[in-house]
């Protein structure tokens, strides 16, 4: 059954999480493009993530790392595609830097950052080419995966 | 031997026109972008463009149709990444609009419109995702179809 962290997604392609997250949305928003914050919660523990860069604009390249409990390290590459700072960040792996293809192109990312009497409805909306990668996505563990980061970064956001 | 419409492309994954047009930079970057324009040259006669629609602002969504000689519509929708009038226009068909994604990522198209004495040295990057998508732009036609339009396109603006 869907549940309020695992909705019907929009389309076969799609996957969602959303949660009501006990912080204003500018707080989410920093954590999402500021790289000192991103690097306190982006990476589902024990994982970490030891390196962020960020560019927010339109164009602008972002390169996140996650380490692996044993020590290797995997870079997100991305580009952002919108940014309304506080409100909405949408950004793809489709790029590696304005306009370089990447590798693969996997997902786009549609973040909103809703504001609800003080509190933040944070929605993810992340939407793939390929329905064979929509699944893989699910698979590995999408909504575990996504879940465990928002607890890790609402954590965060009690703190700053 | 490369010539100067068809130079070495930067990666295996991308072609490129490059060609001085007897005309500014402003008409060049009309007829890219207003639909009354597009609808003169766009296609290699006998295809002809009935349709065009351009919504020029990153994140904005186009829609041109070809039809072909036997009268079978090719709509080509895009998204435009990066808008700088008169300069550069970047668009892709990986998305039909903002961010919806296509059923097949193919292309990036970076256009550049560089004034030289009045005239326009033009270049069209087209990068694609896969080395096989961009053997098979190249085998459909490329350069002739590219060079053709361009044809046309250097003829509509010598009557505008």
Same mark, same amino acid.
């Given at each position: 059954?869907?549940? %309020?962290?695992?909705? =019907?997604?929009?389309?076969? /392609?799609?996957?969602? !999480?959303?949660?009501?997250? +006990?912080?204003?949305p500018?707080?989410?928003?920093?954590?999402?493009?500021?790289?000192?914050?991103?690097?306190?919660?982006?990476?589902?523990?024990?994982?970490?993530?030891?390196?962020?860069?960020?560019?927010?604009?339109?164009?602008g390249?972002?390169?996140?790392?996650m380490? %692996?409990?044993?020590? =290797?390290?995997?870079?997100? /590459?991305?580009?952002? !595609?919108?940014?309304?700072? +506080?409100?909405?960040?949408v950004?793809?792996?489709?790029?590696?830097?304005?306009?370089?293809?990447?590798?693969?192109?996997?997902?786009?990312?549609?973040?909103?950052?809703?504001?609800?009497?003080?509190?933040?409805?944070?929605?993810?909306?992340?939407?793939?080419?390929?329905?064979?990668?929509?699944?893989?996505h699910?698979?590995?563990?999408?909504?575990?995966?996504?879940?465990?980061?928002t607890?890790?970064?609402?954590?965060?956001?009690?703190?700053?």
């Amino acid at each position: 059954m869907p549940t %309020s962290d695992n909705p =019907v997604p929009p389309t076969d /392609r799609d996957l969602v !999480l959303t949660r009501i997250i +006990n912080a204003p949305p500018e707080k989410v928003y920093r954590a999402w493009t500021e790289p000192e914050l991103i690097k306190q919660w982006f990476a589902p523990l024990p994982w970490t993530t030891p390196f962020a860069e960020t560019d927010v604009r339109p164009g602008g390249a972002s390169v996140i790392t996650m380490r %692996s409990p044993e020590g =290797v390290d995997f870079p997100n /590459r991305g580009v952002y !595609l919108e940014v309304v700072k +506080n409100k909405r960040l949408v950004f793809t792996d489709a790029y590696t830097s304005a306009w370089q293809p990447s590798d693969k192109p996997f997902m786009t990312v549609i973040l909103t950052f809703e504001d609800v009497g003080g509190k933040t409805k944070y929605t993810a909306l992340v939407r793939h080419w390929f329905t064979a990668d929509r699944e893989e996505h699910e698979k590995m563990g999408f909504h575990a995966g996504w879940g465990q980061c928002t607890d890790q970064l609402e954590a965060l956001l009690a703190k700053i």
